[in-house]
């Protein structure tokens, strides 16, 4: 192999078109409007378009009336068999139609992908352009037709300024790549499927409009074409799988396809044959554009490859569900998006839908963003026909229209881990591809079962039948004979044993998902994760998701943002270590918020706009104020979904949504930018004492009273609430968490909904309170129980200020009564400042909100944030308090041995305070002539830092990134490129918290 030195651009198969002879087609249109030197005949169509001052040009732009010029006949020469290049040199003029697609050339009629296999649709070829709506943006685009479907090739958008010439080129090779070059720049090169020649058109050639259809002309000025023509190469020579490799990543190879797309064999292969080989790549190299030159039968070849710049830890940040281009996610800080590449091609297959998929994988990675697939392929009805759950009487069980899958028959679960192979094999180790979504809320509506699997596997594990009660996913405990007053059960209560099965292994979901996890796992590299989301749309029990890495689940802003901090709080319950990744809705139920029915005065501006939207944007004050709430707990990462919603149009997203509020996605933005990229690896290091006070989510009573969030609100999520506003800062505990002895440091237990408990339970919450653990219980407890305190549950009415005066008189009177019994860890002067301590790490959220001008006319959402301002007291003696938000040191009071923060607030958000012992000295910093970077902070407390590494030419390189120094350290190694810049690099370490810097340097000779 030979290694060359790093190149700007590189298009393959150029390399060989200079060797080549060239036909040449040139029309120069201030010389006429036939091609010169040709004997080829064309006219302008009507009125429409004129040749004057040297151009063509169409003084009307409409869609009836054809423009441009239109060949007299269907010359074959106008649809080469070969390579060719088509070269327009052409100036943009300012926007004098909505029409976003201009033509250049068309003998195709249908530009777009027709997959109806019918070579009258994908025959010929198309270019032009796609015109942003400012008419300041175009993206190159072509469309090239080889019979039996249609591949579109896309460029880069550029701004164009109007009155400016540009030369606009377009290239393919005649076998499987296509170029767009501005200016005789590379603007991006494409690998093209199927390949191989263009299918001879059947239509006539228009120059500067469509020759069919809807007459979608250029609007601009035309002053030349220029087609050239060559030979196309009998092989195809491509690459095969991902071209981007990780900057130092080993053992780095390029799979190159060898294909023969001629009429005859050619070096050894037959018609239509192919090869694939392994060509090693260099990759300890600076980020960029390179070529690897390799050989195959003696002939030599060139392709090319990217070095991607270094990938580091950060706070993933997942969109769930998008269509359009990642780029648009990556503005406003996403890391991640979730869509189903593989999933599609198990009905619909399409050839080379595995070298298109890697291709766009190839995209992503490359500027260090990431996928998660979603494996769906247990939501398809013909699936769920195959395999169905079902009711007493043998029928399938139906809820609506829909079905459940079987999780227990033998055979589906060999079919999902077949399937789940197959897709895993699809992404071909690629490591863009990151996290699998597995069958994502394919759990709600699964039910007990009565097939042959489910009843055996009832009888192997519990030793009885399904009870003869069981219909559904509960049942009430009125409808159980011989239960006792006192409504303390025993363990072995044949309804609980079986919905203890059931929610565990019963229903055959936990078994598949891990059965779906293993096959993905199986054929990707370590760095996939696979995660199973909503994960407490059940019972509250640890026994979800199978083997799944990680845990999920998503929330609604409303009916209070402070909703996401009690569902995080329930998910961490769920998880028991597991890491979990919580979710925000960027929507919002437009009947729960602002319904149509109802008419409001003054009326919003967007409804007539949207008046049929049924999902809204979530508005931004409540929006940042729900990720506040989940950020201030120890999540793995962050999911939102609603892209319709949240991007408006042009902007590809699902159509149920619509985009209400164009403020929500600047303000994600800016919480992304300045808290969540800077101080995501150290909050992911930050795990937390877990709080004194817990809210006991019952499985008993879930099962046995129908009880339970179910991962919607209600009024455990509302009680969470209300202790919040009181200072309380409880967390979620179940039942196992008490039987397993997992509550030495709670000092607090609440007992609401919990109508029904175990003897073993029963026996458990007795020795808590033996050793003066306090009890705190609603109206429905088991008359066994007697509470320390006792409460009455807060129903939620139509008033929406109301409930949350009702919500927070509740905990205050709580905290009244625990007064002299109980000192909160940190407590604010008001109730609408939320405060949670996370180690060191105190965060205090704005909870003030009134009815705004969005969705407040309709008084169903207090979606505004008004300014705020107050103290917060942590119980703890500190001395030195940090602004991790704005990164200084605050003022502060010690107290009585406790820490006084004042706060203010505009208007949303949070703010995130580091507590210390005493004030951050400056790192102690090492560079060894390796590279090594070693960093001390002198404290224990995780230390958001970054790390910045500079060349000898003052140039930041892929190095610099956001960290945190764990347990007093700070380890890096710099990855010094074999073609790095030589001389002095200047490694800096800054300290977040107090803006300090310590400086090092490596020789790099």
Known sequence: ??????????????????????????????????????????????????????????????????????????????????????????????????????????????????????????????????????????????????????????????????????????????????????????????????????????????????????????????????????????????????????????????????????????????????????????????????????????????????????????????????????????????????????????????????????????????????????????????????????????KPYLKGRRMNLDAQNPQAQKDMREWAEKFALTYDGHPALQMLDICSEIRDWSTPSFSKYERDA???????????????????????????????????????????????????????????????????????????????????????????????????????????????????????????????????????TAPKNVKVSPEPAWVAKEKDANYITNPPDTLIQSVWATLSRPVHGMIFHGDGSFYPPPIKGASIYRCTNDKSEPALRKLIQEVIQPLGPALRNVKGKKSEVAILHSFTSSVLALRGSYGWSGWLPDLHIALQTAGLDPYVIFEEDILEGKIDHVKIIFLSHCDVLTESLYKKLMEFQVRGGIIIADEFAPPAILPNLRFHTVARGRDVLQNKKNLVKLGATIRKQLAGHYVPRSETSTPDLISHLRDDYLFVINDKRIFGDYIGQWKRFAEKALPNKGTVTVNRKAGAVYDLVKRCAVPFKVVNGKTVIDVAFDGAGGKLFLLLDSPLKPFTLVVKPNGEVIAKSGTSAVIPVQLIVRDPNGKETDDTHYGAAVNGEFRYKINIPENAAKGKWCVELKSLPDQSIVKGALIVK
């Open 1 to 394: 192999m030979n290694f060359k030195t790093k190149i700007t651009a590189l298009l393959g198969g150029l390399l060989l078109w200079s060797g080549l002879h060239a036909d040449v087609l040139e029309w120069d249109f201030s010389k006429g409007i036939n091609p010169l030197n040709n004997k080829m005949q064309f006219k302008i169509s009507g009125t429409a378009a004129e040749i004057k001052d040297g151009y063509l040009r169409q003084p009307v732009v409409n869609r009836t009336t054809p423009g441009g010029i239109f060949a007299a006949e269907k010359y074959p020469e106008l649809t080469p068999q070969g390579a060719f290049r088509i070269a327009f040199e052409i100036t943009m003029e300012p926007k004098r139609n909505q029409d976003s697609f201009l033509f250049l050339w068309d003998n195709k009629g249908d530009y777009y992908g027709d997959k109806s296999g019918k070579p009258q649709k994908n025959s010929g070829f198309t270019i032009g352009m796609y015109r942003a709506p400012n008419g300041k943006v175009i993206v190159p685009k072509a469309w090239l037709g080889f019979g039996k479907e249609t591949f579109a090739v896309n460029g880069v958008s550029f701004a164009v300024v109007p009155g400016k010439k540009y030369l606009f080129e377009f290239y393919y090779n005649g076998s499987g790549l296509a170029a767009f070059y501005i200016d005789g720049k590379l603007n991006r090169e494409v690998a093209v499927f199927p390949g191989g020649p263009v299918a001879p058109a059947l239509y006539k050639t228009a120059i500067g409009n469509r020759t069919v259809g809807n007459y979608l002309g250029f609007d601009g000025k035309i002053h030349s074409v220029k087609m050239t023509t060559a030979k196309a190469e009998h092989l195809v020579v491509r690459a095969a799988g991902r071209k981007v490799f990780q900057r130092g990543e080993k053992n780095a190879v390029l799979k190159v396809e060898v294909r023969n797309v001629s009429h005859q064999e050619t070096e050894g292969l037959k018609v239509g044959g192919k090869k694939i080989i392994s060509v090693p790549v260099r990759t300890n190299l600076t980020a960029g554009d390179y070529k690897v030159d390799f050989s195959f039968n003696g002939k030599k070849y060139s392709l090319s490859y990217t070095v991607a710049p270094l990938i580091h830890e950060k706070m993933p940040i997942l969109m769930w569900g998008f269509g359009d281009s990642f780029h648009i996610l990556r503005k406003t800080g996403f890391t991640h998006m979730l869509n189903s590449y593989a999933g599609p091609q198990f009905f619909r297959p399409k050839e080379n839908h595995k070298a298109r998929m890697l291709s766009e994988l190839d995209e992503m990675y490359k500027y260090g963003f990431f996928f998660s697939d979603y494996f769906t392929l247990p939501h398809y009805p013909q699936v769920t026909k195959k395999y169905p759950r079902l009711t007493r009487d043998g």
């Open 458 to 592: 009832c009888r192997k594990a519990t030793g009885a039948d399904i009870p003869a009660k069981v219909n559904g996913r509960s049942i009430h405990y009125l409808q159980i004979p011989g239960l006792p007053v006192s409504r303390i059960i025993p363990d072995n209560n044949p309804y609980l044993v079986y919905y203890r099965w059931f929610w565990s292994n019963g229903d055959g979901w936990n078994p598949l998902f891990s059965i779906i996890a293993d096959g993905y796992r199986k054929h990707l590299p370590s760095t996939f994760k696979s995660y199973f989301a909503p994960a407490v749309r059940q019972p509250p029990c640890r026994a979800v998701g199978g083997n799944a890495d990680f845990l999920g689940q998503w929330s609604y802003s409303n009916p209070e943002p402070m909703l996401l901090a009690a569902t995080a709080d329930e998910l961490l319950a769920t998880g028991n270590g597991r890491p979990v990744i919580q979710g925000t809705q960027l929507i919002l139920y437009r009947n729960a």
